[in-house]
Structures are given as structure tokens and as C-alpha cells.
């Protein structure tokens, strides 16, 4: 049936595109993947998201959603099933503010790291990216009277938001030498982390270490390769 | 005993707290506002976002929340049997919020980046504001609102533009939005200023043009 046609526009590597993968899992939806191809836009992703022109792209029946945690929030609210989002409508916005605090402060500061143009500017993203991980390990701790996740037994909203990054975290800490998810400073985090990964709806979809290590320094060859005729 | 009741900790100036002002308007709540100091915080505030730091922030019976799009679903969820903000269907929702989220992103900086350049710069600016300004237009297509008829979560968060856009026009003496380069924004900005909750509640507007033009002058002369 044209209305139950569940399609995702992605790349493997995109943090934002393993958001609504998550969701998806979670809520038992079956979906087809749709591949984008590195270095190009396909027609469909380009008709679909007229706007930005980028991935994450749910396609719902042919409707097209974008940007990650808005389709999040939609694939909890289209289907039912587990609980991505809180039902109380304070913890709700609660959530909601980390989704935002997360995408607008804490991401663009981790990688600002290696596009800081003085010591001062790079110093600076680091001390925000530790401050942003002290307060999640608060939120972590307030939230979880001892429970694995930021939506309690289960994954929840904070989760998705912050967990996609771990793929991409883990790589710049082995590209930069930097301990990020120290057990020192944020031990919750750092066996939230591991739960996390391990979780049947996030395994599957979660990029190997490896493989992002590979891919950002192919991708910076790339970019600081003479260019080509 | 438990703190009971809704404060808004926010700036008459601001743009972001008065969408609050509008949610809990529309919802005929009562609240308190506490009108902040910029340069010098209360320590109530930043005792309740400690985070940011920043306005507006919500304490709804004691418990706080920051980030103005947020509060606004927020009082839409907390008070479900008054004016309805935010669409009921899940895919209208993620239009609305979709258009929010790329309005805070593009048309803010956008109208920022008006407001403080002259020359050759203001001219470049103008013209980036118009091009986002087009791309929001058609979440107005066939509609007086982007909400429908009435004013919705969409409205309220891209609402502060006709207020202030306007005043920038008139302080800077340029056009950015009218009839003939953006029809139905330019629809939206008379439609909206007309809206009883909006016209009650914005800020004295000689008070507001004053703040806007030292602003304006502050950066023009490279503070």
C-alpha cells in the first residue's frame, strides 16, 4: 500500500542519517535504504529536499520529511510502539532542548577542533566539547537513577540525538590522540556509550571506527590534493 | 513549598521571549515576567539555565526550560485545552517545524546581517534576506497564515520578522519585503500585525525603534 511505502535517503557514514535508522528500528518499521552515492546528489534527494539538498530524507508514503531529529520526532509520532520522546510534556521539551543543544553547540564545537584557525580558537572547541559531555553526564545521572539510558530502560530521544556521534567521536579520538568519553570525567557516559552501541536497533547501523578513520582521511587527501584538470 | 505558577525570564527587546509572550497569550495563561538585564544577569536566571545562560526561559512551577521554539511546543503540550499552536497531523507538524527550524537558521542571521551593514554590504544583504524570504513564501502558499486561517507555531516563530524587519526598513530607509518583491510575505506581515494578540502585546514601538537604531549605530561605527 502507497501509504505504508517507508523509504530512507542516507550515506553510512552520516551521523544525522543513523537517527531516523534508530527510530526506525525501534519501532519495528520495515524501510528501504537508499544509498547516496559520495561526491554526487541524486535526483531523488535533490526533488525531496528542494531546501538544504541533504540527507537525512524520510519518504512516508512518497511525503518527504527532512532534517534528523524533525523526522525522529515524526517516526515517534506516525507509529506506535515505543516511546522515542517522553510522554510528559515537560520531559518532552526537556528532550527536544538537548536534541537542540546538541546540533547547535556541542557537534559544532567538536568539529571546530580541527578547523580552529589558532590555538586559542582549538582550545577554546575543546573546553566546550568537555563542558557539553559534563552536562550530559549530569543529565545522564539526574534522569537515570541507575538506568542505562537518557529515556531510562530504553532508548529514548537524548540518546539517538547524542549517540549517532559516537561513531564520529571515536574517530577523532583516534585521529587526534584526545580521550573524549574519559571515565574519569564522565564515567555514566562512557558505559552509556557502550550500551548504546551494543543495542540491537543501533548495531546494525552504527559505522565502524575504522572505517570513518579511513574514510575522514580519505576525505582530506581529497580535499588537500592539488586539483585535477 | 513548591514554587508555584509561570514566570518568563526575557528582554522587552527581544524577539524570542515576545514568541513566548504570544504562546501564553494565545493559551490565556497567567504569568510573571521578569525582564532581564543582559549585561547583568540575575542570579535567577542563571540559577535556571545555567546552560546557556540566555533568555527566554519558562519556570513552570518551578521547573525550568530555555531554547523559545522549545517553550513554545511546550505551552501547546501543557495547556492542550486552549488555542491550538501546533498542528494535529504528525506530517503538517514536521512542515511547521521543518519551516521553524530553517526560518531561526536562515531568515535570523539573514535580517541580523541587515540590520548592522550599510554601502555595498546592505545591498548584498538585502538581497540574501529576499532570496530566504522567497524559500519561506511557499510554506505560505495558498494560505493567510502559515498556521491556515489562524496563526499557528510557524506564525509565532517567524512572526518577530514583520515588527522588526519593518522598523529595520524604516531606520536603514531601505525596502526588503513589499508587494511587488515578495506578494504574499509581504500579505503575511499586514495579516499578522493585525492578529489582537500581536497587536496587544508588542513592544512600545518608540522604545523599540530607539533601542534598534543605537544597535544599528553601534555597528555601523564598528563597536
Redesign the interface.
Known sequence: MASDDVKLIGAWASPYVMRPRIALNLKGVEYEFLEEKFGSKSELLLKSNP?YKKIPVLL?GG?P???SL??V??ID??WSGHSILPSD??H???A??WG??IDD?WFPALTGISRAPTDEAKKEAIEQVFAGLK?LEEVLEKSGAGKPFFGGDTIGYIDIALGCNLGWLRATEKLSGLTYLDESKTPLLVCWAEKFSAHEAVKCVMPETDKLVEFAQMLKAKFSAPPSK | MAEKGVKLFGLWASPFSLRVEWALKLKEVDYEFMDEDLQNKSQELLHYNPITKKIPVLVHNGKPLAESTVIVEYVDEAWPNGYRIMPQDPFERAQARFWARFAEDKCVPAVFNVSINSGEELKKAIKEAQEVLKTLEKALEGKKFFGGETIGYLDIVAGWMPCWLRMIEEIAEITVVDAETLPLMNAWFDNFLEVEVVKRSLPPKDKLYAFNRARREQFLSGQ
Open positions: 531546501v512516508h511525503k520529511i527532512c532534517e524533525i523526522i520526532q515524526y509520532e506516525a510534556p515537560y518532552r521539551a526537556v527536544r532542548f537542540h543543544y553547540k552536562f
